[in-house]
C-alpha cells in the first residue's frame, strides 16, 4: 500500500510504501508453515490479525493499495482498507 504527498520539512515530498504480509493462513493454523502459490483463505486468527492491522493503520490515507490475488492476500488488504474508497489492483506478479 502506498501514502505519496508526505511533506518533510515543510517543502519536500516522499513516497511512503507500507509492506504488509497477509494474515494466518488456515493452513498455517494447521501446522503448514507455507502455502506457496496454493489459494488459502485466512484463519479467524489471520482474520484478527488483519482487522488489527487495519486498525493500526486507520489513520494513514492511502492512495494505491496492491495485492497478490490469492485469496488470503486480498482479504488482508480488504480488511485493511475497510471503509476506504479505494480499489486493490490485483498483480499476478505479485504470487
Known amino acids: 500500500m502506498i501514502n505519496k504527498k508526505i511533506e518533510i520539512n515543510g517543502d519536500q515530498n516522499y513516497t511512503r510504501i507500507y509492506l504488509i504480509r497477509h494474515g494466518e493462513s488456515e493452513w498455517n493454523a494447521a501446522g503448514d508453515l507455507y502455502c506457496g502459490r496454493t489459494d488459502i483463505g485466512l484463519s479467524k486468527e489471520g482474520i484478527a490479525q488483519a482487522k488489527n492491522a487495519g486498525d493500526f493503520l486507520s489513520s494513514v490515507a492511502f492512495d ?5 490475488p490469492l485469496i488470503r492476500a486480498r482479504n488482508t488488504a480488504e480488511l485493511i482498507l ?3 474508497n ?6 499476478e506478479r505479485n504470487l
Do not use: K, N, T, V
Open 64 to 68: 494505491r493499495a496492491y495485492a497478490s
Open 82 to 84: 475497510g471503509e476506504r
Open 86 to 91: 479505494l480499489p486493490i489492483q490485483l498483480d
